[in-house]
């Protein structure tokens, strides 16, 4: 059972550095001051047992974390933007769209993956000046933030399961609930098997799972038991219908536990709750009002509901929710150390490639030089001598003379054309 969604990731740009001059009274032009731009927001994608499925991103297929603020007046650094978080279900694995790699399995609560990165702010004309330069009008742009698009993969399991005699009317309840969900308008969920519903209590929601009714026998293998029993294991919370207009309800009820207790497989201590249903019915009213006392007894939650007539089925949906979350937080207990943030490899800034392309023009091509290209306004004498300076710095010049490049001819460098000045 898979639900799935691809979404493009944009992490913030960072913010510009300033240009700017200390200014006093009886100085018009002091020395240069432009503070730099802070950092992009990165886009991480966390993972959240509040979520149950992938719907959120139905209808917002791109997701934008906040650009950097630009560097100001007087040193002034612009603050950096906060990170997004996207939640998605516990489950969820993150793949590359391109390359169809697995960024990350977010397989435990609160686990997290950065997918994207923001761009480094630009710095100010300040971090410009040297000896020979000694009032730099010229700043720095901050870099793009990466951009990528992802797969999303929800390997959905069913957080409750339905189960009871045949004819209990589980079908009828995982129907009637399914209907009290809102239409998400071109969500494609033609890919959810039939017997799983997405149900909505109080705003959240939970996956169900109808089950077959169960027969007795079924812990021996009698009628597709020991199938249907597995599937039941991979639920956390279950709901135990019973027919109230059958002759011995409690009787019923005690037979199905005692097939998931010979199952085993800890379907037993699985939290459980009550639903005495087809209470429409005289018959069915009748017995939930003589039997009341006893089940309530039996000390699990219960509630009465017609779920042909849809009545009592939210609450109940309700009820299984409380019931769920108590279960999820007692798991959590266990998983609450570390909590992993599964980072992208470090950028390794001294590295770049040299070679010659199949149009002849040589490319210089890694992470410092794409940054300086596409941040260094290149139109602009001093900025382009700076970035000439700093990529000789990295040994560039004896790159190109390697490839035959000789002075003023034209390289490729972060997509960005220029003639080349040793
Ligand atoms: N009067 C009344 N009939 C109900 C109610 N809920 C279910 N039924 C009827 O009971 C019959 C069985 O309902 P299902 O929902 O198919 O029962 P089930 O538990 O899914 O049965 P299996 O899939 O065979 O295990 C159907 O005829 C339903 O219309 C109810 O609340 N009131
Ligand atoms: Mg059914």
Do not use: C
């Not at 966390?46 to 007046?73: H, P, W």
């Not at 929800?154 to 309840?173: E, M, R, Y």
């Not at 009714?213 to 293998?221: H, K, P, R």
């Amino acid at each position: 059972m898979i639900d799935q969604v691809e979404i493009e990731v944009v992490a913030g740009k960072g913010g510009d550095g300033a240009v700017s001059f200390h200014r006093e009274k009886f100085t018009p032009r002091g020395g240069p001051d432009g503070g730099d731009g802070g950092r992009g927001g990165d886009v991480i994608i966390r993972a959240d047992r509040r979520r149950s499925t992938l719907d959120a991103f139905s209808d917002r297929r791109s997701q934008r974390a906040q650009d950097g603020i630009a560097g100001g007046v007087n040193q002034r650094k612009g603050a950096a933007a906060p990170s997004m978080e996207l939640r998605v279900p516990v489950g969820t694995v993150i793949y590359d769209l391109e390359t169809d790699e697995v960024i990350a399995d977010l397989t435990v609560e609160g686990m997290a993956a950065i997918v994207a990165r923001g761009g480094r702010g630009g710095r100010g004309n300040k971090r410009f000046a040297n000896s020979t330069r000694q009032a730099p009008r010229f700043a720095q742009r901050g870099a793009l933030g990466q951009k990528r698009w992802l797969r999303l993969d929800l390997k959905l399991l069913a957080d409750v399961g339905l189960v009871g005699l045949p004819n209990a009317g589980k079908s009828t309840l995982l129907t009637a609930w399914s209907r009290a969900r809102p239409k998400i308008a071109a969500y494609p969920f033609t890919t959810l098997d039939p017997e799983l519903g997405v149900v909505l209590a109080g705003g959240e929601t939970f996956v169900a799972a109808d089950m077959p009714g169960l027969i007795e026998g079924a812990s021996q293998g009698v009628g597709l038991g020991h199938e249907f029993l597995r599937h039941i294991e991979r639920t956390r919370v279950l709901v135990h219908v019973l027919d109230m207009t059958r002759e011995e309800p409690l009787e019923d009820f005690a037979m199905i536990n005692g097939e998931l207790h010979a199952f085993g497989h800890g379907l037993s201590e699985k939290p459980q709750i009550v639903a005495l249903n087809k209470i429409d019915d005289p018959d069915g009213r009748a017995r939930v009002e003589l039997l009341e006392r006893e089940i309530a007894a039996l000390g699990f939650p219960y509630r009465a509901i017609s779920a042909a007539a849809g009545e009592g089925t939210q609450a109940l949906a309700a009820l299984a929710l409380t019931v769920l979350r108590q279960a999820q937080d007692a798991e959590a207990v266990a998983e609450s150390e570390a909590i992993p943030i599964i980072e992208p490899d470090p950028v390794r800034r001294g590295r770049y490639d040299s070679y010659v392309d199949e149009d002849g023009v040589a490319v210089i091509d890694g992470p410092t030089p794409n940054w300086l290209a596409q941040t260094l306004d290149l139109h602009d004498r001093d900025p382009r001598e700076e970035f000439y300076t700093r990529l000789r710095r990295m040994g560039v010049a004896r790159a190109l003379r390697r490839l035959g490049v000789e002075d003023g001819d034209t390289i490729r460098v972060g997509g960005v054309e220029v003639r080349w000045q040793d």
